[in-house]
């Protein structure tokens, strides 16, 4: 499974429409308890669940593994993990695969500069407030030292997104052929 981690306005989702369309991987649909932003689809894009819906789920042990991101909670359920996916995870969650699944977890962590990513958000219509409360965050949770493990580190700045898509598609080959 690709494990696509990085902060706010890396590039990690887009990364991952680019594997989905042109490389044929699985979309790992996770869940959260966050509102849907705009064109966002339920079942889609994520399993939007109310708090209380959430809870539920987690006393069931329905989830792979749990975070806390930005005052929601985001979570992997067991019926969504897919060995050939593409699953879109924060630190604690990578970290959470690599404990659950080992070397079928391939931890990639996508990286650009903030200045980047502000324009991203800015781009995307969020707000100011929103902006900054993201930067801070991410700047205490997206340290290479709170990884158990990564396997591919991509800078998304000047390679194009298909570039970068390719390269993870080849590494991630070769690191299955291993096996």
């Given at each position: 499974?690709?494990?696509?981690?990085?902060?706010?306005?890396?590039?990690?989702?887009?990364?991952?429409?680019?594997?989905?369309?042109?490389?044929?991987?699985?979309?790992?649909?996770?869940?959260?308890?966050?509102?849907?932003?705009?064109?966002?689809?339920?079942?889609?894009?994520?399993?939007?669940?109310?708090?209380?819906?959430?809870?539920?789920?987690?006393?069931?042990?329905?989830?792979?593994?749990?975070?806390?991101?930005?005052?929601?909670?985001?979570?992997?359920?067991?019926?969504?993990?897919?060995?050939?996916?593409?699953?879109?995870?924060?630190?604690?969650?990578?970290n959470s695969?690599?404990?659950k699944?080992?070397?079928?977890?391939?931890?990639?962590?996508?990286?650009?500069?903030?200045?980047?990513r502000?324009?991203?958000?800015?781009?995307?219509?969020?707000?100011?407030?929103?902006?900054?409360?993201?930067?801070?965050?991410?700047?205490?949770?997206?340290?290479?030292?709170?990884?158990?493990?990564?396997?591919?580190?991509?800078?998304?700045e000047?390679?194009?997104?298909?570039?970068?898509?390719?390269?993870?598609?080849?590494?991630?080959?070769?690191?299955?052929?291993?096996?």
């Open positions: 499974m690709i494990v696509l981690v990085g902060a706010s306005a890396s590039g990690k989702t887009e990364l991952a429409k680019i594997l989905y369309r042109k490389f044929n991987y699985h979309k790992c649909v996770t869940t959260t308890t966050r509102l849907p932003r705009e064109g966002e689809v339920d079942g889609v894009d994520y399993h939007f669940l109310t708090l209380e819906q959430f809870k539920d789920l987690e006393l069931k042990n329905a989830f792979i593994e749990v975070s806390e991101y930005n005052n929601h909670y985001y979570g992997i359920q067991k019926k969504d993990v897919d060995i050939h996916g593409v699953v879109i995870v924060e630190p604690n969650g990578a695969l690599v404990d699944i080992g070397s079928e977890a391939y931890v990639i962590y996508v990286e650009a500069s903030e200045k980047t502000i324009a991203r958000m800015l781009q995307r219509k969020d707000s100011i407030s929103k902006v900054h409360d993201r930067i801070e965050f991410d700047r205490n949770v997206f340290i290479l030292n709170n990884f158990k493990r990564v396997d591919l580190k991509l800078s998304n000047s390679e194009t997104l298909d570039d970068l898509a390719r390269l993870i598609d080849s590494k991630y080959k070769e690191y299955t052929h291993k096996f």
